[in-house]
């Protein structure tokens, strides 16, 4: 296996995740505003319900485009399929039931905005069934003007959960690192990229962000010190600590679904090994005991399995052992090269990067069966991260040349492209379900 010298590190070298592993074989933020991102969804879903939002009544003294907003997480869902219509529709209405059912709609939501005294944005909306003529209800928010986004995105996990019957993760966020000439960003964004804010930024590259199961704090790796150490960030105070500054890397952390302990990839005692530490700090635990290089831990959900990879067959391969260490097995077969492992939250499904003809494809597979489907068609693809209801995947790929996020429904069929104007994007994770 190819062992870059590790000197290079913070070089010119793109250090993403996956260099890390072949060198390794290896809402509260007052943060300053960074800029907006557009969202391009293509594909075409087979089961989706048609669902009409128009523009919100009053829409402007918002400040944001509510219906757009609502309209777009739905979609990037891969359940709906936006139908037009035109405004004048609020959540005051009585629809005309046969003029949608001649649009082809079987759901509309209508609603408004009103700015209050104190300046707060007051967004109101309500939900029908047009097949049935129905009325499901609706809700008011109260946001500051800086969180009608967030206001947008909760009215969005509403409709659906209300038209689904599962948790939307719409108001959820992402961390990613982005890069801009010699510039590293760890960013902090709404589920679609936007409203991104800064919680660090440096001159050395950062990889391998990790939410914590609160949301609260973030670990990441940087080179800040022109070596890989591992650090938390607390997202509200912006306090931070240092976790694992070893002699040699330290890497790939990753948080027990409790909270309570951070697994990482230390070669301090020699090789590169899997370790575990309390979250509080202490002296880390060494898991494995091999002479390969495991590295990449995840949970599983339950907290007692972790999943890595390891090359302890000959090339990188992803296996799972007990959190505790111990009880080996491989779980990837198909492919000579895999890595980058994640579990969805209920324990079924893992993503993962294969390697296949000198290209980096976003894999899923059954856990039960081990049923393997490729679903990307790009060339260069890492850091696979799963929504907190298990529905989508955010991952890193390139496009156009530059390094971009896209979002993914399982069967590959939806994806979502987030564009940054002047950043490459990498390194995605996807935040629990919090606000």
């Not at 704090?217 to 607390?234: G, H």
């Not at 799972?320 to 990837?332: D, L, Q």
């Not at 068609?377 to 995947?393: I, W």
Request: hydrophobic share 35%; aromatic share 8%.
């Amino acid at each position: 296996m190819r062992m870059p010298d590790q000197s290079n590190a913070a070089s010119n070298t793109p250090l993403t995740r996956r260099n890390l592993l072949a060198a390794t074989v290896a809402s509260g933020l007052a943060l300053p505003a960074w800029a907006q991102f557009r969202v391009e969804i293509a594909g075409v879903g087979t089961t989706q319900m048609p669902i009409s939002i128009p523009s919100f009544l009053n829409e402007s003294v918002a400040g944001q485009a509510v219906a757009a907003i609502v309209r777009a997480d739905l979609e990037r869902s891969g359940q709906f399929r936006v139908v037009d219509a035109p405004a004048g529709l609020s959540e005051t209405s009585q629809p005309a039931f046969s003029e949608w059912r001649g649009r082809n709609v079987d759901a509309v939501a209508g609603g408004s905005a009103t700015r209050l005294a104190d300046g707060r944005i007051d967004l109101r909306f309500k939900l029908w069934d047009v097949v049935k003529g129905a009325d499901l209800g609706g809700e008011s928010h109260l946001v500051a003007p800086d969180d009608v986004r967030v206001g947008a995105h909760r009215i969005a996990d509403w409709i659906y959960q209300k038209l689904t019957g599962e948790r939307g993760v719409f108001a959820t966020r992402l961390a990613y690192v982005t890069k801009v000439g010699s510039r590293y960003k760890l960013i902090i964004s709404d589920s679609d990229g936007e409203g991104g804010q800064e919680a660090l930024t440096s001159h050395e590259p950062i990889i391998s962000p990790a939410w914590s199961p609160d949301g609260r704090e973030v670990a990441y790796v940087s080179f800040e010190a022109r070596k890989a150490v591992i650090y938390t960030q607390d997202l509200f105070t912006r306090a931070r600590r240092q976790v694992a500054a070893y002699r040699g890397t330290n890497s790939a952390p990753a948080y027990s679904p409790d909270g309570s302990q951070i697994a990482m990839t230390l070669s301090r005692e020699g090789g590169s090994q899997l370790f575990i530490v309390n979250r509080t700090g202490g002296d880390p635990r060494r898991l494995t005991q091999s002479s390969a290089i495991d590295t990449e831990p995840v949970f599983s959900p339950d907290g007692r399995s972790i999943y890595f990879v390891s090359d302890r067959g000959g090339a990188p391969q992803i296996y799972r052992m007990s959190s505790s260490g111990g009880g080996v097995e491989r779980v990837t077969f198909v492919g000579g090269y895999n890595i980058s492992p994640d579990v969805s939250p209920d324990g079924r499904t893992l993503a993962y990067i294969t390697r296949t003809g000198g290209n980096f494809k976003l894999c899923v597979m059954d856990l039960a069966s081990g049923t393997v489907n490729q679903i990307t068609d790009t060339l260069d693809d890492e850091s696979p991260s799963f929504s907190p209801n298990g529905r989508l995947l955010v991952y890193a790929t390139r496009s156009a040349g530059r390094d971009v996020l896209m979002t993914t429904t399982l069967d590959g069929k939806i994806k979502a492209k987030l564009i940054a104007s002047t950043a490459d994007m990498r390194t995605p994770t996807w935040g629990p379900f919090t606000r």
